[in-house]
C-alpha cells in the first residue's frame, strides 16, 4: 500500500523524444507536487497542483506539461526532451498546500542521452 | 531571495557518536522549517516540522533545534547507526501572496556512518 508512487523508475531516452511520468497517491491529500533532483542531489520544486488547480509554476520550460486528471494523479509529460533534462524527478503529495509536511514518491531517473 | 545553506557538505562519522548538521536560511516570510532523510535512490521523509514558535522538536534518536532570531536551525543524531547514513535536508516554507507555501530547500549533508 504505497503511499506516493511514480512509474516508471527508471527512464532511458533519446533527445528529442517525448516522455511521460505518471504520480499517483493514495493518501487522500489535495495537493501534489513535481521536483526535478539535479546530479549535485539538489532539490528545486516545479509545480503545485492543489485540487487538480496548478498553484505553483516555478521557471520551467514550457516543454514540461503537468496533468492532474483528478486529485490523486498527477503526470508529468517531457516534450522534445534534451540532455539537460537528465535528473531524478520526485512526485510528493500533501494534505493542503499549507503547513503540512510533505510525502514523496521514490523517483523516476530520466536518462537522455 | 530565499536561500538555504546546509553545513558541512559532508560527514563521516564512527557508529555510537553524536553528530549535529547546520541549516542557515534567509526564507521569508517564514512559515516553517523542515528536516528530512533521504536514503540514496528513495525519495525525503520527514523527520521533524517546526514552526515560529516552536524551538526544539525530537523524533527519536533525532532532535532538531529553531533558531527564528538568528535564522539558524539544527539537527543532532545521538547515537549513531548505519541506518542514519544518508542525506539529510534543510527545508524552509514561506507564504507566498496567494497564501500557498512555497518551500525552498537546501543542499542537504551528506552523513556516514561508519562501523
Known amino acids: 500500500d504505497t503511499a506516493v508512487s511514480q512509474t516508471p523508475k527508471y527512464l532511458v531516452t533519446q533527445m528529442g523524444n517525448d516522455k511521460s511520468i505518471k504520480c499517483e497517491q493514495n493518501l487522500g491529500h489535495d495537493t501534489m507536487y513535481w521536483y526535478k533532483q539535479d546530479s549535485k542531489k539538489f532539490l528545486k520544486i516545479m509545480f503545485s497542483?492543489?485540487?487538480?488547480?496548478?498553484?505553483i509554476n516555478e521557471t520551467v520550460p514550457n516543454r514540461f506539461s503537468p496533468k492532474s486528471p483528478d486529485k490523486a494523479h498527477l503526470n508529468l509529460h517531457i516534450n522534445s526532451l534534451e540532455l539537460g533534462d537528465s535528473a531524478v524527478y520526485f512526485c510528493?503529495?500533501?494534505?493542503?498546500?499549507?503547513?503540512?509536511?510533505?510525502?514523496f514518491g521514490p523517483g523516476t531517473r530520466l536518462t537522455v542521452t | 531571495k530565499n536561500q538555504v545553506e546546509q553545513s558541512p557538505q559532508s560527514l563521516i562519522i564512527l557508529e555510537g557518536k553524536n553528530c549535529t548538521l547546520q541549516c542557515n536560511y534567509t526564507v521569508s516570510p517564514f512559515s516553517n522549517l523542515r528536516w528530512y532523510k533521504q536514503d540514496t535512490g528513495r525519495g525525503p521523509v520527514s523527520l521533524t516540522i517546526?514552526?515560529?514558535?516552536?524551538n526544539t522538536k525530537s523524533n527519536g534518536r533525532y532532535t532538531a533545534t529553531l533558531d527564528a532570531d538568528t535564522k539558524q536551525s539544527s539537527l543532532h543524531i545521538t547515537a549513531s547507526q548505519l541506518s542514519d547514513s544518508a542525506s539529510y535536508i534543510c527545508?524552509?516554507?514561506?507564504?507566498?501572496?496567494?497564501?500557498?507555501?512555497?518551500?525552498?530547500f537546501g543542499t542537504g549533508t551528506k552523513l556516514q556512518v561508519i562501523p
Open positions: 497542483y492543489n485540487n487538480k488547480e496548478l498553484i
Open positions: 517546526m514552526t515560529f514558535s516552536e
Open positions: 527545508v524552509v516554507s514561506a507564504y507566498d501572496s496567494g497564501g500557498y507555501q512555497k518551500v525552498t
Open positions: 510528493a503529495s500533501s494534505p493542503w498546500a499549507g503547513d503540512y509536511e510533505q510525502y
